[in-house]
């Protein structure tokens, strides 16, 4: 195991994304704005931080076909990434939960349906998104 890796992972909740993608740049202001008590870290892909990430699971650094959900070590991609975090959230955003119990075939699919055409549905930043210092708690 990387042991950068393992240090940056260590007790924490951290969601990659592209931060280039306007779709994921909504869902990390309503995550923001969701998560009173900040148990969640935003981390681009495009950061050097995210890329050690990605490398370390063995995903790709230079294709994002999912946000990523990293906890207690263990990456989740699709569906199941988006169900880890709305669960967590608390109401009404957790009662997301119950289009977990459709097939994960089903999930998936309508899961990589929008992510591979996020660019074309929502729009691209030709660049990479700078927070705002207020939401400095939120990034890792």
Request: charged share 15%; aromatic share 16%; net charge positive.
């Amino acid at each position: 195991m990387n042991d950068d890796a393992a240090t940056l992972m260590q007790n924490q909740k951290i969601i990659l994304f592209d931060a280039q993608c306007k779709l994921c740049s909504a869902w990390c202001n309503f995550i923001i704005n969701n998560d009173a008590n900040t148990i969640f870290k935003l981390c681009s892909v495009q950061s050097p931080k995210g890329e050690l990430l990605l490398t370390h699971f063995g995903f790709s650094t230079i294709e994002y076909a999912s946000m990523v959900y990293v906890e207690n070590g263990k990456a989740y991609t699709q569906s199941h990434a988006f169900f880890e975090v709305v669960k967590q959230l608390g109401y009404p955003y957790k009662l997301a939960n119950i289009f977990s119990v459709l097939p994960n075939r089903f999930n998936n699919w309508s899961y990589d349906k929008i992510a591979l055409n996020r660019y074309t549905l929502f729009g691209k930043y030709q660049y990479c998104r700078i927070p705002a210092p207020s939401d400095a708690a939120h990034y890792l």
